[in-house]
């Protein structure tokens, strides 16, 4: 016997089974005339309707049968189901498939089989009308014409119920829409309920599109998918696309369409996808939209799914706008009553430490808001302005955070780190309003463990004409919109007459609590600080103590860095150099700046500066306090300084070459005869061209290599040879300072892999820099030597020398020994910089020491090739 294979569209052709509604539901009439009508013309002994499921045959109608239903593994429907004609197997008996087939052998003892499919609207094979007799039989193409034509009219009798539900659900809608009383977000759901059965899709959403934002108003989806409230970036939605359409926008495979690379695809896989603009009020609200993982073909989106969208949509847009006039009214009635109430507690209790908080809850149930703060501007003595909140939501999230919660909430919290939402209402008086603080630059995110901030209203609070504090509002589910900023106005004119009041109190008890408010200060500047600051064991490295901002750099929770040494989360290659700081610190009592990279908690590295101190606690145990500062801003600005250095060098050489084309023509008389004083200045003006030419040649060559734009040749070169003509092309130079160049070595045979244009680069800048740092008279020596497989070229100088204290500068960019205005030789401070990078990239070193007797040497070692 063979067991019947399963279709390669199963998962799908079972979703169109089930969509029928036909499965387990009692006999009818319409298809039990039909089985009869074939039991009689073939003169069969049964006849069925057969849906076949996952794991078995099930028959909707049957004519000589007994049972309902029978395994698949034994069907003869599920073979049939396989075929886009009819399956016909005359005689059982004789075919290997079925002759030992349980229901060959066995009751009801079929002798032959005819099975036509049953295909679904969309395109699925659902089941069979088939033909059963205990006896071999062959069938003409006459009577499987017939049988053809019945199975047709089971399909019929389908799609027949299929427009019915259609029917039905336009009932259901209208039902809905004559009562729609109480809450209007749950009779919204309900028509989203209602949209879901119809059309077959799991997900169904009321969205309200603000900007770039996407808000999920009222959804239907399977459990834990999605929240009401939700927002999301509206480029990240299918409505992005469906607002640009003035009609329904339906997407039947998204993989297949055009829209295959959306970010909603790849990120949530939605295959297929209908929905609709939503106009309230004559303005774009959002969109009615529904959706599913599975891709739903072969036939689409019906024209009575259209149709049906587009009719709930004038319903859900119709109950969307009589939401809004309610919720107006409900706001205005609110604003009236919170008004009220806060001028008298203003009046009655000015200095009730209760007034502000009291209102402040009004606040957030007006609004619709979970957190809250309202707080007055202070400034220290240098003018610098910070927050000290009146009252706040207890945003507590572990114990520590508790703890300095209860602790302060007395006195109020002073916030002085305005590199944030709220320092942005400080900085400019103005308000601040973000719905999407995981997208807002302005937002400097939240330590681990903190609850989650979605969106934020920030508003200044006057007193007449002085900006005296400010009220922050955040994760109201719906976001805010400016009109909040209207209807909350009379109540931040009244906030600003009670920080008035309770700024006379404040002053009147400032003695009594300088000692409290100090302690909080400096625990604030700890936990609050911008910059991470850590306690660990000199000895063992552990960590005893870390501040919220370090936290927010690492990535670590508290509890998980509490848990580790420094090693840990410092990358294997800064071992050497972190044994240097370590003896550093040891003998000097700090160290610092010292930058590094440390290692994230989900692996990634970042740059930081860490400054550390020594000290003992009561027991004697070896300490170091750290500032860890996250440079990684830093390094991207300086990714920006650099291509602007760049853009600024690359525009100069434009008119630097025609200032240096007037000034030669002008040095040459073709404007006449010069007078001598005119001739020493043009002179001049020539020479400095030259090492304006040099700078932005310099700066160029950094930018490149900086970038790895710079390309390189590579080829065997001769030594000797080209170190003969940069010395020759640099005579006159030598000239100039009166010094003699020389080639010397013994090996006139060496060769090097390099790049000959970059080398001769190389070569020509440390040539130039010991011809400018010798004394007058003296000899320069180019030196050709073999260094264990590198081929050596040495620069010796008998002049000044490199300081000791700038030797471990020497290749840094625009270094200069001598940094004053007044030093004896020009150039870019950035020749050894580019130098120390061509070598790199030739795969070679360069390096410096002293000359004996005095002087400097430079050298580059590049690889040997050996003579062929």
């Known amino acids: 016997m063979k067991t019947p294979e399963l279709p390669a569209n199963e998962t799908a052709r079972l979703h169109s089974l089930r969509a029928t509604g036909l499965l387990d539901t009692p006999a009818d009439e319409c298809f039990d005339r039909l089985t009869r009508l074939a039991q009689g013309i073939f003169g069969v002994k049964i006849a069925l309707v057969s849906l076949v499921d996952e794991k078995r045959q099930w028959f909707k109608s049957c004519q000589g049968l007994e049972v309902r239903e029978t395994s698949r593994d034994i069907s003869f429907c599920g073979h049939s189901i396989l075929q886009d004609q009819i399956f016909v197997v005359p005689n059982t008996r004789e075919d290997e498939r079925f002759r030992d087939n349980p229901l060959v052998t066995g009751s009801p003892w079929i002798g032959c089989y005819a099975g036509a499919p049953l295909v679904s609207p969309d395109g699925f094979a659902l089941g069979t009308l088939c033909i059963i007799d205990d006896k071999p039989r062959e069938f003409s193409a006459t009577q499987l014409r017939q049988l053809r034509d019945l199975a047709d009219c089971v399909e019929e009798e389908i799609r027949h119920r299929q427009r019915k539900r259609y029917y039905r659900a336009l009932e259901q809608l209208s039902l809905l829409r004559n009562d729609s009383r109480g809450d209007p977000r749950e009779h919204l759901r309900a028509g989203l309920q209602l949209g879901c059965e119809y059309l077959r899709l799991p997900f169904g959403i009321v969205s309200h599109i603000r900007d770039d934002d996407y808000r999920v108003v009222v959804q239907v989806s399977p459990p834990g998918a999605l929240a009401d409230g939700q927002t999301f970036s509206l480029k990240d939605t299918y409505c992005a696309l469906t607002l640009q359409e003035n009609k329904v926008l339906a997407i039947d495979h998204m993989a297949g369409s055009r829209y ?93 430490p209760q007034a502000f908080a009291e209102l402040l809850e009004e606040i957030l149930h007006f609004t619709g808001s979970e957190y809250g703060f309202i707080g007055e501007i202070l400034h220290d003595g240098d003018g610098s302005p910070y927050l000290k909140t009146n009252t706040i939501t207890n945003l507590a999230w572990n114990e520590a955070s508790r703890r300095f919660y209860e602790d302060n909430i007395a006195e109020g919290l002073e916030f002085r780190n305005l590199d944030n939402l709220f320092g942005s209402v400080i900085a400019t008086g103005q308000p601040v309003l973000s719905n999407r ?115 927010v750099s690492s990535g670590y929770s508290r509890a998980e860095l509490l848990a580790l040494e420094y090693r840990d989360i410092t990358p294997g290659e800064y071992g050497a150099e972190d044994a240097i700081q370590r003896e550093i610190l040891i003998s000097k009592g700090q ?278």
């Open 437 to 551: 603080l995981a997208d807002d630059t302005r937002s400097s995110g939240t330590p681990e463990g903190h609850p989650t901030i979605q969106n934020f209203l920030g508003l200044p609070i006057y007193h007449g004409n002085q900006f005296v504090g400010m009220m922050g509002l955040a994760n109201r589910a719906e976001g805010y919109e400016k009109s909040m900023m209207e209807d909350l106005a009379p109540l931040l004119r009244t906030v600003g007459q009670l920080m008035e009041a309770s700024r006379v109190q404040r002053q009147q008890r400032a003695s009594e609590l300088s000692l409290k408010r100090s302690e909080a200060r400096l625990r604030g500047l700890f936990e609050l600080s911008p910059v991470g600051i850590a306690l660990n064991e000199l000895d063992s490295g552990r960590f005893l103590e870390v501040n919220d901002a370090y936290l």
């Open 260 to 352: 295959a690379s959306h970010p909603c695809y790849r990120q949530f896989g939605l295959e297929s996808y209908i929905g609709i603009s939503l106009q309230v009020a004559g303005r774009c609200y959002g969109t009615l939209n529904f959706s599913s993982p599975d891709a739903r073909t072969p036939t689409g989106f019906s024209d009575f799914d259209y149709e049906f969208v587009q009719l709930l949509a004038r319903w859900v847009s119709f109950l969307l706008e009589r939401w809004e006039v309610d919720t107006e009214l409900m706001r205005y009635r609110q604003v009236e009553q919170a008004v009220a109430q806060a001028q008298a507690s203003f009046i009655n209790r000015p200095e009730h």
């Open 591 to 868: 160290f610092g700046p010292y930058e590094k990279e440390l290692i994230r908690k989900d692996g990634s590295h970042y740059p930081v500066i860490i400054y550390g101190m020594l000290v003992e606690d009561a027991s004697g145990r070896r300490l170091i306090w750290s500032i860890i500062e996250d440079i990684s801003e830093r390094k991207r600005l300086a990714v920006m300084q650099r291509e602007f250095v760049s853009t600024v060098s690359h525009e100069l050489r434009t008119p630097l070459t025609a200032i240096s084309a007037a000034l030669a023509m002008v040095s040459k008389g073709v404007a006449g005869a010069l007078p001598v004083q005119a001739e020493t200045m043009i002179g001049l003006a020539l020479r400095n061209r030259e090492r304006l030419q040099e700078l932005i040649d310099d700066i160029l060559d950094m930018e490149k290599l900086v970038a790895g734009k710079m390309s390189f040749r590579f080829e065997t070169c001769a030594l000797v040879p080209l170190l003969s003509r940069v010395i020759e092309d640099n005579h006159s130079y030598a000239e100039r300072f009166s010094v003699r160049c020389e080639l010397a070595g013994d090996a006139p045979d060496i060769r090097a892999m390099a790049d000959p244009k970059r080398l001769t680069q190389v070569v020509a800048n440390l040539l130039s820099n010991a011809i400018k740092f010798s004394h007058e008279g003296g000899v320069v020596q180019v030196r050709v030597t073999r260094e264990d497989g590198y081929a050596r070229v040495a620069v010796i100088d008998h002049g000044v020398g490199v300081p000791e204290n700038f030797q471990h500068r020497l290749f840094g960019a625009f270094a200069q020994a001598d940094g004053s205005d007044s030093r004896r030789v020009g150039g870019t401070g950035l020749g050894l910089a580019i130098s120390k990078k061509l070598a790199d990239k030739m795969n070679g070193r360069i390096g410096y020491c002293n000359t004996d007797g005095g002087g400097a040497t430079f050298y580059i070692d590049l690889p040997e090739v050996s003579a062929p």
